[in-house]
């Protein structure tokens, strides 16, 4: 199975300090991969990496089997074509209303006829189950899960086969939280997505995730399914999903040590 | 798991193609947004092509298709499935997501015969909107500053020195700079004059009372409202934008005592100085271009300097300076307090504001100059 994401011996420094010291990762086709970690310890850093915000000190990031940084601007612009981000803020454009935002991409690849742009992203609304009276609102008049779930909406525009989140779940209450991991889950079975997402919330890496990877000291400790995770003996690991074992006595199957 | 075979179908590629025999349509390979983008002409021609009649439509060969292609075949078919129709499961999902929205097109707004009228209409609302915020701002200020003489204990005097540091000092080379240039081209130009008339005396009666009396309050105007104006209501904005000057409301510290008081109190300090040291490189610009062209000594400028130019017009000048400052402190305040979140407000305000204030300075100036046409110059 070809790999959507390849990281290659990554290093990062932020001048002496080192965030990544020799990071190897693998996304397959189909992954909703968590990405875990404590605070500062480079999970949106490696995010940014992967969706070539920026450069790693040294090693080489692949997305669809090819080197991320090369190629034409024709080629390195039909590659960030196929995926879509999701930024913790939203990252909406401020000055546009929400139909602009999620029409942006769209009329970016010229074209379309205005007609069919309006259907896609009516329909894309209604994927992420937002309202047809939404789309005139501006982003400062909406809340933060609509803000969410209009970035998500112009993050799947082009309907990318691979989709980075940067916590997904930051600021959401509970039931939102739920709510809006139901819906990448679905999107993640209708569209056949990758999904790749930095989060700190254990809830939300039980729910969404089918592999985990573990990030800390500036290594990836484990990339596994949750299941094989827990069995690590690591105290990082120990610690960080302490309130994930100690809750489930085991129903689900969860061998706890 | 199911979404990996999903996966695997999706890592391979081929371009859409229509395939037309007697009756029968054959669509192959990828119909997604990438790959229908590169030959959108030909599909489009092909798909009216076949539009209408009674044809078979076999998607048994399309590989991907997502909500655009859908989008488009559903369209073709005039928002309904063909009678005959062979299409893999895989594909309907794509048919599902824009079932709905496919019939809807976008809103045309109708032509509104009135809009002029209203745009004039809110213009002028607008303009009283923003007068009258102006005039509440000046009178918060006003309070604020009476508060402070009940307690002054809580004269913001570290804010008021910062802005006086930003807004005066910073701004001393630029200034010189302007004032020097400005007083080289205007000795020149004047002196071309006077020297057909034969009155080579009088430059330093033109450049004494216009540089002091006009040109270099104005000139100090435009360059700080451009300057501190702009750099004063992006950072109001700013602060709006994310919050900041809630979080002081909450701590119980008045914005217009702790934001907008210092810098109108920095403003009206920091101007008359750099009034007059701009004035003065203006002059010291005037008399080594007179000394060029006219060869005028300079002992002859300075001396005759005080003589013809009363000492009411440096008062005026520096008079000048402080109602300007004050004027464009308040103007910058008033536009970021305006400020909405999102960058096009924040844009269109700075803008709004540095406008407003050198239109303002200038406005004023003329009422002054017809206040003060006696004072200061020799009527005969």
Avoid at chain 1, 7 to 31: A, K, M, P, Q, Y
Avoid at chain 1, 73 to 80: A, G, W
Avoid at chain 2, 79 to 96: N, Q, S
């Amino acid at each position: 199975m070809s790999s959507v994401i390849e990281l290659r011996d990554i290093h990062t420094r932020f001048g002496h300090v080192v965030v990544h010291d020799d990071i190897n990762l693998n996304v397959r086709r189909g992954d909703l991969l968590a990405l875990v970690g404590g605070s500062g310890s480079g999970k949106t850093t490696l995010l940014r990496e992967i969706a070539g915000l920026m450069k790693p000190t040294q090693g080489e990031v692949r997305l669809f089997d090819e080197p991320i940084q090369t190629g034409t601007r024709v080629t390195r612009r039909v590659r960030k074509r196929r995926f879509g981000m999701l930024f913790q803020g939203g990252a909406l454009f401020s000055a546009f209303n929400v139909f602009d935002n999620i029409a942006f991409p769209l009329r970016e690849l010229g074209r379309l006829h205005e007609d069919e742009i309006y259907a896609l992203v009516m329909s894309r609304l209604a994927l992420v189950e937002l309202k047809p009276h939404h789309a005139k609102l501006m982003p400062s008049e909406l809340s933060g899960g609509m803000v969410k779930r209009a970035a998500l909406a112009r993050a799947l525009s082009l309907e990318p086969e691979l989709l980075l989140l940067d916590e997904p779940t930051a600021g959401l209450d509970p039931d939102r939280s739920a709510a809006f991991v139901r819906l990448i889950r679905s999107l993640h079975d209708q569209l056949g997505l990758t999904v790749v997402f930095v989060t700190h919330d254990l809830d939300t890496v039980s729910a969404l995730s089918n592999r985990v990877a573990v990030l800390a000291e500036h290594r990836i400790l484990a990339c596994d399914t949750l299941e094989e995770v827990l069995c690590i003996d690591h105290p990082f690991i120990d610690s960080f999903f302490r309130p994930l074992t100690a809750r489930d006595e085991a129903p689900s199957g969860w061998v706890i040590k | 798991m199911a979404t990996y075979s999903t996966a695997a179908r999706l890592s391979r590629s081929a371009p859409p193609t229509i395939e037309r025999r007697e009756g029968h349509v054959a669509l192959h390979g990828d119909w997604i947004l990438s790959a229908l983008r590169r030959r959108i002409l030909f599909v489009r021609f092909q798909l009216r092509a076949a539009h209408g009649a009674h044809l078979v439509w076999d998607m048994s060969g399309v590989n991907r298709l997502d909500a655009f292609g859908a989008l488009l075949l559903w369209r073709t078919w005039g928002l309904r499935e063909p009678e005959t129709l062979a299409m893999p499961a895989h594909l309907h999902g794509a048919f599902d997501r824009i079932r709905e929205s496919a019939v809807m097109s976008v809103e045309v707004d109708k032509h509104d015969w009135l809009a002029p009228v209203v745009q004039i209409g809110s213009a002028v609302l607008g303009a009283a909107d923003h007068a009258v915020g102006m005039i509440e701002m000046l009178g918060h200020v006003a309070i604020e500053s009476i508060m402070l003489f009940r307690y002054p204990r809580e004269i913001p005097w570290r804010e008021i020195s910062a802005s006086i540091y930003k807004t005066g000092v910073q701004a001393m080379p630029i200034a010189a700079l302007l004032g020097f240039l400005i007083g080289i081209v205007l000795s020149f130009l004047s002196a071309l004059q006077l020297q057909t008339f034969g009155v080579d005396n009088f430059i330093v009666n033109i450049l004494g009372l216009g540089i002091i009396r006009e040109l270099g309050p104005m000139l100090v105007s435009v360059l700080v409202a451009g300057r501190s104006g702009s750099a004063i209501t992006a950072q109001l904005g700013v602060m709006r934008v994310t919050e900041e000057i809630d979080a002081l409301a909450t701590m119980g510290v008045s914005r217009h005592q702790r934001l907008i008081l210092p810098k109108v109190v920095a403003l009206s300090i920091a101007m008359p100085l750099l009034v007059l040291w701009t004035s003065a490189a203006g002059l010291i610009g005037g008399m080594v271009a007179a000394e060029f062209q006219l060869n005028l000594d300079y002992r002859f400028f300075l001396e005759t300097l005080p003589q013809v130019v009363q000492v009411a017009n440096v008062w005026i000048g520096l008079g000048k300076g402080v109602l300007f400052g004050m004027t464009i402190a308040l103007v910058a305040c008033h536009f970021g307090l305006r400020v909405k979140p999102n960058t096009e407000s924040l844009s269109s305000n700075t803008t709004a504001s540095v406008v407003t204030a050198i239109t303002a300075v200038i406005m004023l100036d003329a009422v002054l100059a017809l206040v003060t046409r006696t004072i200061g110059v020799v009527v005969r």
